[in-house]
């Protein structure tokens, strides 16, 4: 049975930082992606990683704030979340896939395992 379990989300005041854990078993991942959820909006792709070449990709939104990391080991894939904005609040869900790599744009249809979500709210 494949899990993906996250863990990490919190309140948090504008600039501060969360790091998030995405917990992986059962399932080989050829990548892990991490996807945001805000109220009213659509899923957006914000970041993966693939578990062999290690290639990374963040969407703009992001970039230079956010930093994807996995253990193969402990199939653990880490997402650190520095000077967050109140846009970046949403549920933020880990999602993986045995056949999927880590392809810009970011689609959620292509990933076939998903995690139930952590909130994370950025307010003052």
């Known amino acids: 049975q494949v899990q993906l379990v996250e863990s990490g989300g919190d309140l948090v005041q504008p600039g501060g930082s969360l790091r998030l854990s995405c917990v992986v078993s059962?399932?080989?991942?050829?990548?892990i992606g991490w996807f945001r959820q805000a109220p009213g909006e659509e899923r957006e792709g914000i970041s993966c990683i693939n578990s062999g070449d290690g290639f990374t990709h963040y969407a703009d939104s992001v970039k230079g704030r956010f930093t994807i990391s996995n253990d193969n080991a402990r199939n653990t894939v880490t997402l650190e979340m520095t000077s967050l904005k109140p846009e970046d609040t949403g549920v933020y869900y880990c999602?993986?896939?045995?056949?999927?790599?880590?392809?810009?744009?970011?689609?959620?249809?292509?990933?076939?395992?998903w995690g139930r979500g952590t909130q994370v709210t950025v307010s003052s």
């Open positions: 059962g399932l080989d991942y050829n990548s």
């Open positions: 999602a993986a896939d045995a056949l999927v790599l880590c392809v810009p744009p970011m689609r959620p249809f292509a990933y076939d395992y």
